[in-house]
């Protein structure tokens, strides 16, 4: 879903082109087989904020075969390192084939299991908490990454907005709820600086400051 005139996103597409023949041969599987990856306009954008504030450690939640994690590796340099954590054992080995192909493997960790889970048992805390499960989990993923991401660091998280399903009320079922109520924790939370932004099906960033 896209909330930007289709002519505006003509424009946003044509103008920020991937430039690499992996991450554009895995737009065109995510294309072909109709896989929700993020997408170049968001690519872009997380990989703007992870270098906004120096990102060397990002946990994402929910990595499917590697798109998202392939910006947030070239966004964290040689020395970062970025957790690709997956449900699925064969698109987990399918994105560490994707990222080797690109140089990229050495900087990703794959773990296969329940994102939730995998967070919250990490030591150690991260520069970005990337957030991309299934969508009833938000609020849960929520609860866990807001206690994962340092003070300066950023939550990120995709289709926040739900093909806008978020801002009808009568929409109750499971994922709208989620997304919606995920919103509202991150918009309460005292110790961030939250704000959605209506790019493609919705990123909201959170900003820790306290
Ligand atoms: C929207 S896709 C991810 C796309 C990926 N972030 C990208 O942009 O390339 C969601 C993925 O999360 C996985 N997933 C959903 N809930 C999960 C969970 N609780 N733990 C681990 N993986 C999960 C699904 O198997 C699926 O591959």
């Known amino acids: 879903m896209n909330f930007t005139d289709a002519k505006v996103m003509d424009y946003l597409h044509a103008a920020q082109p991937s430039n690499d023949p992996v991450l554009l041969e895995m737009e065109e599987r995510g294309a072909r087989e109709g ?6 306009l ?3 954008t997380c990989a703007a904020f992870a270098r906004a504030i120096g990102a060397k450690r990002v946990f994402e939640m929910g990595s499917g075969f590697g798109y998202s994690t392939f910006w947030f590796a070239r966004a964290v340099g040689a020395e970062g390192l970025v957790v690709h954590s997956e449900g699925s054992a064969v698109r987990s080995a399918e994105a560490k084939v994707y990222l080797s192909s690109a140089g990229l493997a050495e900087r990703a960790r794959f773990l296969v299991g329940d994102a939730l889970d995998l967070l919250a048992e990490e030591g150690r805390s991260f520069d970005v908490v ?5 969508k009833h989990q938000y609020p849960d993923a929520w609860r866990i990454a807001c206690e ?3 003070l300066g660091g950023v939550v990120l998280t995709d ?3 739900w093909s806008g399903r978020v801002a009808d009320p009568k929409a109750k079922d499971r994922d709208t709820v989620g997304a919606r109520t995920y919103n509202e924790l991150a918009l309460a939370d005292p110790r961030f600086l939250t704000t959605i932004l209506p790019l493609r099906d919705g990123l909201t960033v959170s900003l820790r400051i306290a």
């Open 35 to 40: 896989f929700p990856i993020i997408g170049p």
């Open 159 to 161: 289709n926040t907005l």
């Open 148 to 150: 994962k991401v340092r």
């Open 42 to 44: 968001v690519g872009r």
């Open 130 to 134: 990337f957030i991309d499960v299934d």
